[in-house]
């Protein structure tokens, strides 16, 4: 009779934002095959979280892809075994004659857009401000036209050089 022996596989997936799964299982093994059966049971294990979070899935999917897998693949070749070329069936793609699609001419279903009449637009400028005369001791803005005291405009004029209101200082 063979020595059983004690197998754990534990695992730890960082998930992001400060998470992480761990996850851990053990079981008595005889033999690799049992090892193998453990880390079967781990990856179904696996699949059962992170079914509500993308990102949660997508890292044990990684998890999986990366490490996982690799003892599948080394099952698969096992299993696979070696086949010589002479006994592998040959496929040859059937060849299908091409059909011919008729191509229909589509009338012309254009419609002309006469071009459009010439509209004379008015020359003033409307985004500019209006000029507003200041009556003696007062100050406006230099951009918008709002009155502004003379503390703004000696700060105004300090940093920009001109006389502005707070709003357009900015």
Not at 66 to 90: C, I, S
Not at 128 to 133: K, L, R
């Amino acid at each position: 009779m063979a020595d059983k022996k004690t197998v754990t596989i534990g695992v730890t997936i960082n998930l992001g934002n400060y998470e992480s799964l761990r996850v851990e299982v053990s079981d008595t093994a005889e033999n690799e095959a049992a090892v193998r059966d453990l880390a079967d049971f781990l990856g179904r294990t696996l699949d059962e979280f992170g079914t509500g979070d993308p990102s949660a899935r997508a890292a044990v999917e990684r998890y999986k892809e990366r490490v996982l897998d690799k003892y599948a693949q080394e099952e698969e070749e096992e299993e696979a075994g070696y086949y010589p070329m002479n006994e592998m069936p040959l496929t040859h793609p059937v060849e299908e004659e091409e059909e011919e699609i008729p191509m229909q001419v589509l009338e012309d279903t254009r419609i002309e857009v006469p071009p459009a009449e010439d509209v004379e637009v008015p020359d003033t400028n409307i985004n500019q401000a209006p000029v507003v005369s200041p009556t003696e001791g007062e100050f406006v803005c230099e951009k918008c036209g709002v009155s502004i005291s003379k503390v703004q405009r000696d700060v105004s004029n300090l940093f920009m050089g001109k006389t502005l209101c707070k709003k357009c200082m900015k």
